[in-house]
C-alpha cells in the first residue's frame, strides 16, 4: 500500500500590508482520522445581513441569570427526549505554529508540545535533575478530592502501581545514574492525568476519570465528574510539600500551561434528584418539566473549591451562551453543559480567572496567547457536519474575541491536535466531512479564518479546495493522518492504498494551495518537523511494522524520501504509542545531529509469547545537508526484571540527559549510556 504526503506553504498566508470523520482505535489509544470541507462553490459561511440590529458577535455575556436558565432548560429538555442525535440516528462521540519540540539548550528532552510557548501536562516530567512520575490512571473511579492540610510524607522505598504516589527520583547523567528520591502519597481514588513542573513548583492535574476527555456522549458521562490541581512545593525535593488543592465540578476536555497561568477547560451538568433520562409515561415527562422549572442559577453552575473554600467564580456577565438572533446559530438547542475555563497560578494554587460558555465543548486548542474552543454540531438540513470555533484572549483576564462556523468536522485530542494552528490573527484548521457517496466518502478541506476584534468575528478568508482552486485533498476514500502546520507552510498525510505527502504553501491567507505531492508505501500518523528541509514521519510501513521516514523537503514543490527505517519486524503486532500520543516522543536536537526516543512494543516470537515493551533509540545524522540526511537506529532499552506477577506498563516515556537516557515504564525507571542501551540497569 502506499501513501501520500502533501506540502503546504503557508507564508502566503500572513497579512499583507494592504490588509480534518473516521477514527480507528488501536491498542492503546484513539487513532483521529479525518478533516472535513464544504463545497468548493461555497467555500465560506453565510455572512450576516446588514442592519443596525444583527449582532455581529455569535456569543453574548449580556443574558441576565434566568435568560440563561431559559436556555440551558431548553437544552435539557431537547437532550432527555433524544432529540438531539447525529444524522444517522445515534450520539455522535467526540473527544502549530512552528510547533518543533522545545528540546532547550541545557542539553536534555522535556515534555513534547504541540506548541512551544505553551506547557502541556504529562505523566513524566524532568527538569534536568529531578525526575517527577505520576501513578498510572488504571484504578477503580472515586471522589478524587481531599484534604492536603498535612506535608506529604517521604519515602525512599520504590513506587508499586498499587501504592498511588507520586515518585521524585535524582539522576546522574555522568554515569547515567537515577536514584529514588521521594515519594508523594496519593489516596487510592485519585487520578493523576499528568504534572506540571515549574522551577521550585510541582502540579498535579487529577480527575475522577481516567479515560480522558468526552464528546457528545450521554449525559451521565460527565455527571458527578471532577477535575482538580494540586500544588507542591519542590524547594527540597526530598521533602515535598503539599500547598494548595483546586477542585472544579465538571470532566476534564483539556488543560495548558502559558505564560497567564494553568487553564483547565472542563465542561459540567448538574445531576439532578428525580429526572429520569428518557421518560416513558406522561407522569415522568410532567416531573421533568417540573424540575427543569425549579432549576436555580447555583443549581446549574460548578462548584470551584480552593483548599475546601466554596469561591463565587461564575456570575451571568462573565458566562457566554449563543446569541439566539445571529445568523449562525445553531439549528437546535445544544446539550445542557457547562464549560469552563479557569486560570490557576502555578506558583500558588489561587484561581486567577474564570470564565464559562453554557453549551458544550468536544475540544480545545491552546496557542500561545489565546484559546479556541471547538463545538462540532450536525445539521439537519444539509445533513453535514459544521464547526464551530470560539476563541477567547488569554492574559492578565480571558477575554472574548469572536467565533466562527466552517463545514466539516474538526475533532481534537492526541495527535488530532496539530490539524488546528494559529498565526498572528490567522486560524488554520482541517475539518472532514461524510459525503455519503460509497466511491469517495471524506472529503478534506482545509481553512483560514481571520479575527475581526472589532466585530468579535472569525471571518474565513481562504480555502481549499475552492472553485479556483479544485484540486482535492486526498484521492477517493482516503482519511487524514499526519498533519502539521509549520510557519508558513502545511504537511498533510492522506491514505487508503498510498500515502500522499502534500505540501502546501499558506503564505498568502487568501489563496492557500497544494504544491507538491509525494506518494510513498505505508502512512505517517505524526509529523515533526527536523528543519526547514527536512521532516520526519511515524507511522505504519505497508506490512504493519512501525516505520520512520525522513524527508527532503528543500524543494517544496517536489518532496522526496531521504531514507526509512522499519523497527520491531521481530515484534508480532509492533506499534508504537508515540503515533498517537506526542508526549512519548521525546527529542534532543543538536548541531549536526538529533536523538530521538520512541517506545516499541509488541509480542515475541515462540511457545512462550510476551508482551514487550522497548525504548527505541534513533537519530538523524547530518541534517545540516538535506541531500546526505539520514536515520540511524541505536538500539534500544527494555523493560526486564520485574517483580512475579508485575507485567510491563503501556505507558512508556524516554528522557535524553546529555549521554543518559532514561526509559519510563509505567512507573518504573530504566537507564543506559546512549551509545551503549543493551548495557542498562534497572528497575528502580
Known amino acids: 500500500m502506499h501513501s501520500a504526503i502533501i506540502l503546504i506553504d503557508l507564508e502566503k498566508l500572513m497579512p499583507r500590508p494592504c490588509s480534518p470523520l473516521l477514527c480507528a482505535g488501536f491498542l492503546f489509544a484513539l487513532v483521529g482520522c479525518g478533516g472535513g470541507g464544504s463545497s468548493a462553490s461555497n467555500p465560506v459561511a453565510a455572512e450576516p445581513p446588514t442592519g443596525a440590529n444583527t449582532p455581529t458577535a455569535l456569543l453574548t455575556n449580556a443574558k441576565s441569570q434566568e435568560e440563561l436558565l431559559v436556555t440551558f432548560r431548553s437544552s435539557y429538555a431537547a437532550t432527555l427526549d433524544g ?62 478530592f481531599v484534604s492536603l492540610a498535612e506535608p506529604a510524607v517521604v519515602t525512599a522505598a520504590p513506587s508499586s502501581e498499587t501504592s498511588r504516589s507520586i515518585r521524585v527520583l535524582r539522576t546522574a547523567p555522568a554515569d547515567a545514574g537515577v536514584e529514588p528520591l521521594a515519594e508523594i502519597p496519593l489516596d487510592q481514588d485519585v487520578t493523576v492525568e499528568g504534572l506540571y513542573q515549574q522551577q521550585d513548583r510541582l502540579l498535579a492535574l487529577t480527575t475522577t476519570n481516567w479515560w480522558g476527555t468526552f464528546g457528545d456522549q450521554s449525559l451521565e458521562s460527565w455527571q458527578g465528574e471532577s477535575t482538580g490541581l494540586r500544588l507542591y512545593d519542590l524547594t527540597d525535593p526530598a521533602n515535598p510539600l ?25 465542561k459540567h451538568s448538574p445531576t439532578i434528584d428525580g429526572l429520569v433520562d428518557r421518560p416513558t409515561n406522561a407522569q415522568e415527562q410532567s416531573n421533568n418539566e417540573t424540575l427543569l422549572e425549579t432549576l436555580e442559577w447555583h443549581d446549574v453552575l460548578p462548584k470551584v473549591r480552593v483548599d475546601g473554600v466554596a469561591l463565587e467564580l461564575f456570575s451571568a456577565d462573565s458566562c457566554f451562551s449563543v446569541d439566539t438572533e445571529h445568523p449562525l446559530v445553531p439549528a437546535a438547542s445544544g446539550y ?25 465543548s468536544d475540544g480545545a486548542y491552546f496557542s500561545a496567547d489565546a484559546l479556541y474552543l471547538t463545538q462540532v454540531d450536525y445539521d439537519s438540513v444539509s445533513a453535514g457536519y459544521r464547526t464551530y470555533l470560539h476563541k477567547f484572549d488569554l492574559g492578565s483576564a480571558i477575554a472574548y474575541a469572536g467565533s466562527g462556523r466552517v463545514d466539516g468536522a474538526l475533532f481534537l485530542g492526541g495527535q488530532r491536535d496539530f490539524r488546528i494552528s494559529a498565526a498572528q ?3 488554520r484548521l482541517m475539518t472532514t466531512q461524510y459525503t455519503g457517496d460509497i466511491d469517495d466518502r471524506l472529503d478534506h478541506n482545509l481553512f483560514v479564518l481571520q479575527a475581526d476584534a472589532s466585530e468579535k468575528k472569525l471571518n474565513t478568508v481562504g480555502q481549499i479546495p475552492n472553485s479556483t482552486r479544485s484540486e482535492e485533498i486526498g484521492k ?66 505497508e506490512d504493519s511494522d512501525v516505520k520512520l521516514e525522513l524527508f527532503d523537503i528543500s524543494d517544496f514543490d517536489a518532496p ?18 508515540a503515533e498517537y500520543d506526542r508526549h512519548a516522543f521525546s527529542y534532543l536536537a543538536g548541531d549536526t545531529t538529533d536523538r530521538f526516543t520512541i517506545p516499541l512494543s509488541g509480542y515475541s516470537g515462540g511457545a512462550n509469547s510476551a508482551w514487550l515493551e522497548r525504548l527505541q533509540l534513533l537519530e538523524i545524522r547530518n541534517k545540516n545537508q538535506a541531500a546526505t ?9 527494555s523493560v526486564t526484571g520485574l ?35 543493551f548495557n542498562q540497569v534497572g528497575p528502580r
Not at 92 to 118: H, I, K, P, R
Not at 497 to 526: C, H, K, M, Q, W
Open 336 to 360: 445542557p453543559t457547562v464549560t469552563s475555563i479557569i486560570t490557576v497560578d502555578p506558583q500558588t494554587g489561587a484561581v486567577t480567572d474564570g470564565l464559562c460558555y453554557v453549551e458544550f
Open 560 to 577: 522526496r524520501s531521504q531514507g526509512v527505517l522499519t523497527l520491531g519486524s521481530d515484534l508480532a503486532w509492533s506499534i508504537s504509542t
Open 242 to 266: 503539599a500547598l494548595a488543592e483546586m477542585s472544579i465540578e465538571g470532566a476534564l476536555v483539556t488543560s495548558r500551561k502559558t505564560a497567564s497561568g494553568v487553564h483547565i477547560v472542563s
Open 425 to 427: 490573527d490567522y486560524v
Open 643 to 677: 517483580d512475579a506477577g508485575e507485567n510491563p506498563s503501556n505507558r512508556s516515556r524516554g528522557v535524553i540527559s546529555d549521554d543518559a537516557v532514561y526509559f519510563v515504564n509505567g512507573t518504573n525507571v530504566f537507564s543506559s549510556f546512549w551509545s551503549d542501551p
Open 476 to 541: 477517493p476514500n482516503e482519511d487524514l493522518y499526519g498533519v502539521r502546520f509549520v510557519g508558513s507552510r502545511a504537511y498533510l498525510v492522506t491514505f487508503e492504498r498510498t500515502d500522499p505527502l502534500y505540501t502546501i504553501d499558506l503564505s498568502d491567507p487568501t489563496d492557500p494551495y497544494i504544491v507538491g505531492a509525494l506518494e510513498v508505501t505505508g502512512f505517517s500518523n505524526f509529523l515533526h518537523p527536523v528543519s526547514d528541509d527536512l521532516l520526519l514521519g511515524l507511522g505504519q510501513s
Open 83 to 144: 432529540s438531539r442525535q447525529s444524522g444517522d440516528g445515534t450520539v455522535v462521540t467526540t473527544s502549530a505554529e512552528d510547533s518543533s519540540a522545545d528540546s532547550g539548550s541545557s542539553g536534555f528532552s522535556v515534555t513534547y508540545t504541540a506548541e512551544n510557548a505553551v506547557d502541556e501536562y504529562d505523566a513524566v516530567k524532568y527538569d534536568g535533575e529531578y525526575l517527577y512520575i505520576a501513578p498510572s490512571r488504571s484504578m477503580d473511579r472515586g471522589c478524587c
Open 629 to 637: 540526511a539520514s536515520l540511524a537506529d541505536l538500539g534500544y532499552l
